[in-house]
């Protein structure tokens, strides 16, 4: 390992399954890149539901997990490079897709998840990106089809991948809805580009859809509600629509009239990211450099950042996203 990076790092670890009370900042052996890896100082990691779910225990088991740290994007430079990789050199800022390993002082990254920063954008900025906008792209884009011509509507529009969502899907000219959980979310949905948020906690979203719509619904649901939304998502789609389910905050049981799927010719989706081959993760990046970069570097578009919280102070911000306090992402600055 070259001088320039220690042995050994500090990174926020759990113990045991918990509250946010678990979450422990612990020296850990800095990671060596292998083959085809980038290693990264990170500077800047972001949160995601599944970092609450896996520090509860209740991750799914058919998830990999390749390390016990949590944290699935990060941003930061480049400590050190791999053998055979040569896109990318010491000290260029880059952010990153991860398996796991973003809290910590430094993590290693396959060359092909990891992308330059955009132009203008912080390393708390670029932290919010890897994850949201790959779960974003894949789901609303390659699954959801979403056009410039379509109204979408978009569930949790407050959270990490809502407000990431309501940018992308604005940026492509679409028309946006949004649900969030008070008149002060939903506010700052607007503000960030829906046509239209609704609080689902005062008023029928259906209902309120169906009249923004004048009865005619939407072309795509982007869900991660699950539940009883299920149901309610199909009969707000217009023939040929498309759900999207990426969350099951509301349950993973789900019953619904299977006509509504057949006489309008709904199309149900959904995916999941971590679980995916280097490769997939590869050609998603490569996706977001291609579409979503100009965005960032032309057009002035940043992902909403909730708040920045060190590091040390994990348990903090895990409580702060529990307690669905937040619009946008929540960052963990990393300090050295």
């Known amino acids: 390992m070259s001088d320039a990076v220690p042995e050994t790092m500090l990174a926020v670890t759990a113990e045991t399954s918990g509250g946010p009370e678990v979450l422990k900042v612990t020296p850990q052996p800095t990671p060596e890149p292998a083959e085809g890896e980038v290693l990264i100082r990170v500077e800047a990691a972001a949160l995601n539901w599944g970092d609450i779910l896996e520090r509860r225990g209740d991750y799914p088991g058919w998830a990999p997990r390749p ?3 949590m944290g699935l994007e990060a941003a930061g430079t480049v400590a050190k490079v791999g053998p055979g990789v040569n896109r990318y050199n010491v000290g260029d800022a880059v952010c990153a897709l991860l398996a796991g390993g973003g809290y910590a002082q430094y993590v290693a990254v396959p060359s092909p998840q990891v992308l330059p920063l955009p132009r203008g954008l912080s390393m708390a900025e670029g932290a919010a990106i890897p994850e949201a906008f790959c779960t974003v792209w894949t789901n609303l884009i390659e699954r959801g089809h979403l056009r410039p011509s379509d109204t979408v509507l978009i569930h949790g529009g407050a959270s990490g991948i809502g407000t990431t969502a309501i940018l992308v899907a604005k940026g492509l000219g679409a028309r946006v809805f949004a649900t969030a959980g008070t008149d002060e979310k939903c506010a700052r949905c607007e503000e960030i580009g829906a046509d239209k948020a609704i609080n689902y906690k005062t008023t029928d979203f259906v209902e309120a859809v169906r009249g923004l719509t004048d009865g005619a619904g939407v072309d795509v649901v982007l869900d991660m509600v699950g539940g009883d939304y ?39 989706a959904g995916s999941t990211l971590r679980s ?53 992402k929540i960052i963990l600055g990393v300090s050295h």
């Not at 789609?237 to 993973?252: A, E, I, P």
């Not at 960032?296 to 307690?323: C, L, N, T």
Request: hydrophobic share 40%.
């Open 276 to 328: 995916r081959s280097v490769a997939e993760k590869g050609a998603l990046m490569a996706e977001l450099k291609r579409c979503i970069w100009p965005m960032f570097e032309y057009q002035g578009m940043k992902p909403v950042v909730d708040s920045v919280i060190p590091f040390e102070q994990a348990g903090e911000a895990h409580a702060r996203m529990e307690q669905r306090l937040h619009t946008g």
């Open 230 to 268: 299920i149901q309610k998502d199909l009969d707000l789609l217009k023939t040929d629509g498309r759900l999207v389910s990426v969350g099951m905050l509301g349950g993973n049981q789900v019953t619904f009239n299977l006509s509504s799927v057949l006489l309008k010719r709904l199309t149900i």
């Open 67 to 69: 390390t016990s740290i």
